[in-house]
Nanobody, 127 residues
Framework: QVQLVESGGGLVQAGGSLRLACAAS????????LGWFRQAPGKEREFVAA????????YYLDSVKGRFTISRDNAKNTVYLQMNSLKPEDTAVYYC????????????????????WGQGTQVTVSS
């Protein structure tokens, strides 16, 4: 089992940057595939980015490709989401999620694929 805690959210102007971090408890962090999702008011939760437990397989939502970068530091039990060139439509609560994956290259892009979730961190982009 793993517990996840996000940080790094805040208010930023359009075109700005934020770096989200998600710290995980436990000693088996490297066994988990990780993802970032977001949920805007009145909308369903949507996939943003995912990274395999080996770090070699990465997926992004099309609208964030070239602007967002997901990475992981297994030594620090932390997954990051670097967000550049932020747009007002990126405003949402951002959640990290973890899945105990057997395959090294496994990545999940759907919410039900993840068993563990953080509490979320608010990102607000002003125009």
């Amino acid at each position: 089992q793993v517990q996840l805690v996000e940080s790094g959210g805040g208010l930023v102007q359009a075109g700005g940057s934020l770096r989200l971090a998600c710290a995980a408890s436990g000693r088996t962090f490297s066994s988990y595939a990780l993802g970032w999702f977001r949920q805007a008011p009145g909308k369903e939760r949507e996939f943003v980015a995912a990274i395999s437990k080996g770090g070699d397989n990465i997926y992004y939502l099309d609208s964030v490709k070239g602007r967002f970068t997901i990475s992981r530091d297994n030594a620090k039990n932390t997954v990051y989401l670097q967000m550049n060139s932020l747009k007002p439509e990126d405003t949402a609560v951002y959640y990290c999620a973890a899945h105990a994956a057997e395959e090294r290259d496994y990545v999940g892009v759907l919410s039900p694929q993840y068993a563990y979730w953080g509490q979320g961190t608010q990102v607000t982009v002003s125009s």
